[in-house]
Nanobody
Framework: VQLQASGGGLVHPGGSLRLPCAAS????????MGWYRQAPGKERELVAT???????NYVDSVKGRFTISEGNAKNTVYLQMNDLKPEDTAVYYC???????????????WGQGTLVTVSS
């Protein structure tokens, strides 16, 4: 499985960015794709996920500002980030988890990180 992520950059506070992620290879019908981030000196944290059934999950700090959605291409997701704050500065990582028929996790893959810097 390969994950191709992009879209990071420098943005002013209050600005927007969109991060695309495309997964290729053996992606199961039961899967969860999402974005995690790691700020300097901090642990990696979940930002947002979307399941193959369309259920979404967000960390509290981004609710109302970030939206994760599926793309038209299979196994593609987008993270739309609005009203960005300096505390959103981090390396963002795309992730896909494959699950078996009973939603037992089978495998877990990470893309290369993309740096998002929010600064004036």
């Amino acid at each position: 499985v390969q994950l191709q992520a992009s879209g990071g950059g420098l943005v002013h506070p209050g600005g927007s960015l969109r991060l695309p992620c495309a997964a290729s290879g053996s992606i199961f019908a039961n899967n969860v794709m999402g974005w995690y981030r790691q700020a300097p000196g901090k642990e990696r944290e979940l930002v947002a996920t979307i399941s193959s059934g369309g259920s979404t999950n967000y960390v509290d700090s981004v609710k109302g500002r970030f939206t994760i959605s599926e793309g038209n291409a299979k196994n593609t997701v987008y993270l739309q980030m609005n009203d960005l704050k300096p505390e959103d500065t981090a390396v963002y990582y795309c992730n896909v988890k494959n699950f078996g028929l009973l939603w037992t996790k089978v495998s877990d893959y990470w893309g290369q990180g993309t740096l998002v810097t929010v600064s004036s």
